[in-house]
């Protein structure tokens, strides 16, 4: 069993921080897929960007994240003008290209970007729930030894619950998940 080519490349660049983050959105059921006994259909979802929560205070661990990505390959592409700005960090591989974009809690009435462990997040209402209930799943059965440590993805009811509360109608094509045509409406 092996991850996405993309997705491997994304958590080998943020392996020092595996243990803070929770990659949540459309990689998800791709990653829960490979625990349980994969179907090709279910492997196939996943989207073009890799969303990533973190807490709104993160511990440095050697480098910050941004210069382990830079250092991986990725580069920061900023998506808005305001102060801190909105940003992905893009690698380009093989396979196609893939971002990976930082989400943590937004505290109070308004969202907006946060600066946290050396990249911006983007305030979000619930991403405390999958931060906080999270299933931590060993890289080693993911990667065929290839990393170590866990990945952390949120538990399937928190997914389920998140998804529930974030549900806004995705226009975007970046973030609609990449279904199979047997999959497609």
Same mark, same amino acid.
């Given at each position: 069993?092996?991850?996405?080519?993309?997705?491997?490349?994304?958590?080998?660049?943020?392996?020092?921080?595996?243990?803070?983050?929770?990659?949540?959105?459309?990689?998800?059921?791709?990653?829960?897929?490979?625990?349980?006994?994969?179907?090709?259909?279910?492997?196939?979802?996943?989207?073009?960007?890799?969303?990533?929560?973190?807490?709104?205070?993160?511990?440095?661990?050697?480098?910050?994240?941004?210069?382990?990505?830079?250092?991986?390959?990725?580069?920061?592409?900023?998506?808005?003008? #305001? =102060?801190?700005?909105?940003?992905?960090?893009?690698?380009?591989?093989?396979?196609?290209? &893939?971002?990976? *974009?930082? /989400? !943590?809690?937004?505290?109070?009435?308004?969202?907006?970007?946060?600066?946290?462990?050396?990249?911006? #997040? =983007?305030?979000?209402?619930?991403?405390?729930?999958?931060?906080?209930?999270?299933?931590? &799943?060993?890289? *080693?059965? /993911? !990667?065929?030894?290839?990393?170590?440590?866990?990945?952390?993805?949120?538990?399937?009811?928190?997914?389920?619950?998140?998804?529930?509360?974030?549900?806004?109608?995705?226009?975007?094509?970046?973030?609609?998940?990449?279904?199979?045509?047997?999959?497609?409406?």
């Amino acid at each position: 069993m092996a991850l996405d080519s993309l997705l491997l490349a994304a958590l080998g660049a943020l392996e020092p921080y595996l243990g803070d983050i929770v990659v949540v959105g459309g990689w998800v059921p791709h990653i829960y897929a490979q625990v349980e006994m994969p179907q090709n259909d279910a492997i196939a979802l996943r989207t073009r960007d890799i969303d990533i929560a973190v807490p709104r205070i993160m511990p440095e661990r050697g480098r910050p994240i941004s210069e382990v990505l830079g250092a991986a390959g990725f580069e920061c592409e900023f998506r808005s003008r #305001a =102060t801190p700005p909105v940003t992905a960090y893009v690698g380009k591989r093989g396979g196609g290209d &893939i971002e990976i *974009e930082f /989400l !943590t809690t937004a505290q109070g009435a308004e969202e907006g970007v946060r600066s946290v462990g050396g990249v911006t #997040a =983007t305030e979000l209402r619930y991403i405390d729930i999958p931060l906080a209930n999270r299933w931590g &799943i060993p890289l *080693e059965m /993911l !990667t065929d030894g290839g990393l170590r440590g866990q990945v952390f993805v949120p538990t399937p009811s928190a997914f389920i619950v998140h998804k529930l509360l974030a549900h806004k109608r995705r226009l975007d094509r970046s973030k609609r998940p990449n279904l199979p045509a047997s999959m497609r409406c």
